[in-house]
C-alpha cells in the first residue's frame, strides 16, 4: 500500500495545474450522451494521470445517468490487478462515488469482476492485498461483490446494468481513449450484458451469503492468509493509514484504505 501511495501521489502532484486545466476542457464533454477522449488529449499527463482523468469523468458519468435508473443497478468493473485496484483505495472521487450511490441505492447494488486463476497466480502479493481490500471497501457500502474466474469475460468493458432496461457504458481501462461512455436501450446489448452479469452471479468463486464469508471466500482465492490479514486490517483501522503514509496531493484521500480496513477487521472477528 504505501507503494500504491508513493507513486500515485508523486504523479498526481507532478500534473496537478495541468489536471486542473485539462479537466476544465475536458468538461465540454459531459453534456453529451456519448463520448469518448483519445489520448493525445492529455499528452503531457503522466500515466497515472491519465488514468485519473478517465476515473473521474467516468464517475461522473454515471452518477448523471443513475438519476434515470429504474432499478437497483448491478455493476461490472473492469479492474482486476491490485495496481488497478488500487485507484478505489486511495482516489478521492472514487471514495465519494461510492458514498453517492451507497445513498442513492442502500441495498441490493452488486459489483463483479474477472479476475482468471492465471492473472491471480502471476500477481505479487501485495497486489492480490490491495484488490481485497478494494472488494472489503465496496461491501462495506453494501455492495455485493461477485468474482468470476472465467477468462472469456476478462476483456468486457465496464458497465452498469439496469435490468431489463438499459445499460450505462463507462470504460477507462483498457480503452484506447482515456475513457469511452454510453447509454443504450437496445434490447441486444442489454441482454448481452444481462448475460455477463447473469454468469457471474451465478459462477462466483466468492458466492456467500455474507460478507464476512465472502471476504474470506476471496482471501482463499487470492492466496491471501486471512487471519493475519484480519488483524492486521484491524490495527491499520484503529491506528489510521494516514499515520503511515498520508499522500498530499488534494486528488488522494486514505479515507476508502481506513474504510475497508475497520471493515475487513470487524467482518474478521465477528465472523459475519
Not at 22 to 30: H, S, T, V, Y
Not at 80 to 94: D, I, N, P, V
Request: proline share 4%; hydrophobic share 40%.
Amino acid at each position: 500500500m504505501l507503494w500504491a501511495v508513493s507513486s500515485l501521489d508523486r504523479a498526481l502532484l507532478y500534473d496537478d495545474a495541468l489536471i486542473t486545466g485539462l479537466r476544465r476542457e475536458l468538461d465540454a464533454f459531459a453534456p453529451f450522451h456519448r463520448s469518448s477522449a483519445g489520448r493525445d488529449m492529455v499528452a503531457e499527463l503522466t500515466p497515472v494521470s491519465q488514468l485519473w482523468m478517465g476515473s473521474d469523468f467516468c464517475a461522473r458519468y454515471i452518477l448523471r445517468q443513475s438519476d434515470h435508473l429504474n432499478s437497483t443497478p448491478a455493476f461490472w468493473t473492469r479492474e482486476r490487478s491490485g495496481e488497478e485496484a488500487s485507484t478505489w483505495l486511495l482516489f478521492a472521487h472514487k471514495y465519494d462515488y461510492l458514498r453517492a450511490l451507497s445513498n442513492r441505492f442502500p441495498a441490493g447494488a452488486t459489483r463483479s469482476f474477472c479476475v482468471p486463476e492465471a492473472v491471480v497466480g502471476d500477481a505479487p502479493r501485495a497486489e492480490r492485498i490491495l484488490f481485497l481490500l478494494a472488494a472489503a471497501l465496496m461491501e462495506s457500502f453494501g455492495i455485493r461483490v461477485q468474482v468470476s474466474d472465467d477468462p472469456v469475460y476478462d476483456t468486457v468493458e465496464g458497465f452498469v446494468l439496469d435490468p431489463g432496461q438499459r445499460a450505462i457504458v463507462a470504460n477507462w481501462l483498457g480503452a484506447d481513449g482515456i475513457w469511452n461512455v454510453d447509454t443504450t436501450d437496445s434490447a441486444p446489448t442489454v441482454r448481452e450484458y444481462t448475460d455477463v452479469i447473469e454468469y457471474a452471479h451465478s459462477h462466483s468463486v466468492i458466492s456467500s451469503h455474507t460478507p464476512g464469508n465472502r471476504l474470506q471466500a476471496l482471501a482463499d482465492y487470492l492466496s491471501v492468509e486471512w487471519s493475519w490479514l484480519v488483524s492486521r486490517c484491524a490495527q491499520v483501522g484503529a491506528y489510521g493509514f494516514g499515520g503511515l503514509a498520508s499522500p498530499s496531493s488534494r486528488l488522494l484521500s486514505t479515507a476508502g484504505v481506513d474504510r475497508a480496513c475497520r471493515f475487513l477487521g470487524q467482518a474478521g472477528s465477528s465472523g459475519r
